[in-house]
C-alpha cells in the first residue's frame, strides 16, 4: 500500500478512508422507532358534523410503504386487513411519520332497504421532516370496498406547509391519487387534526 508523501494521500489510502467513512455512518443509522402509539377508540362525529382526525401514531426513522399504498387492490388479493392499517403502517426511512383516524357517521350501501348508517374510519398518514414540514400525506376511508380500492386513495396536493395541531385537513388539499381522466378530482371532507 502507498503511504502518504509530502502530507498527501495516495488513491488507495483515499480509497480505504472513503469506505470505512460509508461503512460507519451505514451502521449508525437508526432504525425505525415508535413514539406514540394508541388503540383508544374515538366516538363517532355525526354526519353534518366535522370530522376529527385523532393522533394515533407517530414514529421516527419512518417512511411510507409505498409499494403498499399503491397496490391496495393487489394487496387485497393477498388477504391482507385494511382494518388492521396495514398499507398505512411505517417502514424505516428518515422522516416523522403520524398516523391520525377520524371516525364517523356516514350512510351504508343497503341495497333497496331502509337507509343505514354505520361508523366509517378515514386514516390520514403524514409524513414530516425535523422541522414538522409536510414532504407527503395520504388519506384513505378503511371500509371502502368498491373496486378499484386505489381510487379512494388521496394524496397530498399543498407545498410548503407545517403540520399542526388543529390545522384542517382541507389545507392539505387532497387530490385523488387514482383517476383515470384527467380531471382533478379533491376530497370534499371536512375534518381537523388532533394530536
Known amino acids: 500500500m502507498k503511504r502518504k508523501v509530502d502530507g498527501v494521500m495516495k488513491p488507495p489510502a483515499i480509497i480505504l478512508l472513503l469506505s470505512l467513512t460509508v461503512i460507519f455512518f451505514y451502521c449508525r ?43 391496495l ?42 337507509l343505514l348508517f354505520k361508523d366509517f374510519h378515514d386514516i390520514l398518514i403524514v409524513k414530516t421532516d425535523d422541522s414538522n414540514k409536510i414532504i407527503d400525506a395520504y388519506q384513505y376511508t378503511l371500509e371502502w370496498s ?8 388521496f394524496k397530498l396536493s399543498s407545498i410548503n406547509i407545517e403540520l399542526k395541531d388543529s390545522m384542517n385537513i382541507a389545507e ?9 381522466s384527467r380531471h382533478v378530482d379533491t376530497l370534499k371532507e371536512n375534518g381537523v387534526i388532533r394530536f
Open 73 to 114: 387492490d393487489g394487496l387485497l388479493t393477498r388477504n391482507v386487513s385494511f382494518e388492521s392499517h396495514q398499507p398505512f403502517e411505517p417502514v424505516s426511512g428518515r422522516f416523522i411519520y403520524y398516523q391520525f383516524i377520524a371516525t364517523f357517521k356516514g350512510q351504508a350501501y343497503n341495497s333497496d332497504g331502509p
Open 146 to 153: 368498491e373496486p378499484p380500492l386505489q381510487y379512494d386513495l
Open 29 to 71: 443509522q437508526t432504525s425505525l422507532k415508535i413514539l406514540f402509539h394508541t388503540n383508544e377508540k374515538n366516538e363517532a362525529t355525526g354526519p353534518e358534523e366535522m370530522q376529527v382526525y385523532y393522533l394515533k401514531k407517530k414514529a421516527i426513522n419512518a417512511d411510507f410503504n409505498y409499494p403498499k399504498l399503491f397496490n
Open 172 to 180: 392539505l388539499n387532497l387530490t385523488r391519487a387514482y383517476n383515470r
